[in-house]
Each structure stands twice: as C-alpha cells, then as structure tokens.
C-alpha cells in the first residue's frame, strides 16, 4: 500500500496540505517502509496560485490532486481544508490530520493503529 504525506523538507509533515511543497510517497509492505519518493506539489490550487487567497470564492477543483495521490490508500496532513478531506475521501482515499510532526513516526503509529485522525482541525476556506 502506498501512503501520501505532505512535507516540506521531506521529514517533517507540512501543516498545510494545499500549501506543501511536496509529497512523500511511502510503499509500505508487510509493516514495513520499503521505498519511499518525493513528488513535488505542481498539483495543488494554493501551491500554483502562490497564496492562501480564494479568487471568486471556492470552486476551484481538486481533480489535479486527486489524480497525482490516486495510487496512495491514505493521506496524512498536518492541516488541510475540508473540501479536499471530503473530496480524499469521496475517491477512497483515507485522510488522516494529525498533530504528529516526524514523517517516520506517523507511518509507524498508523501501522500500529495508534494514528489519530483529528478531522475537527480541517479549516473552512
């Protein structure tokens, strides 16, 4: 299974998904890290648009995104908007929004089940 983690510097877990400069793609088997990769966030409507701003309010789409993390089962943030946490979801994606900071310490904690999801930190943008 692959899991997708929002980070910035490849070792910490960014606070903003829309906002991340990339994403760690993990490859875990039987419990174990067996390869990992960084995507760059070309992808996301805050990263192209430079800013947090919503231009004509919040229609813009979350396909290029979803598209680009569609081989991950889960996705872990350390923030992100609830569109897109519902929009992960809806394409059977799980999203997780932890308080956990270490890339390496939150993909141990969800293979141990011990990763806590705290959705009620979504923002509404």
């Known amino acids: 299974m692959k899991v997708g983690i929002a980070s910035n510097d490849e070792h910490t877990i960014a606070n ?48 290029s995104v979803l598209s680009a993390l569609k081989d991950c089962e889960v996705v872990i943030s350390r923030g992100m908007g609830k569109r897109i946490y519902d929009d992960l979801r809806d394409a ?13 310490e939150a993909i141990t904690a969800y293979l141990a089940g ?7 930190k979504g923002c509404v943008h």
């Open 16 to 63: 903003h998904f829309g906002r991340t400069k990339g994403f760690i793609i993990a490859e875990l088997v039987e419990g174990e890290i067996e390869s990992k990769e960084y995507r760059p966030n070309n992808f996301t409507h805050h990263s192209q648009q430079g800013n947090h701003e919503h231009q004509g309010g919040h229609n813009h789409s979350h396909a």
């Open 92 to 104: 059977n994606i799980e999203a997780i929004i932890t308080d956990t900071a270490g890339v390496d």
């Open 114 to 120: 011990t990763l806590v999801d705290n959705p009620e």
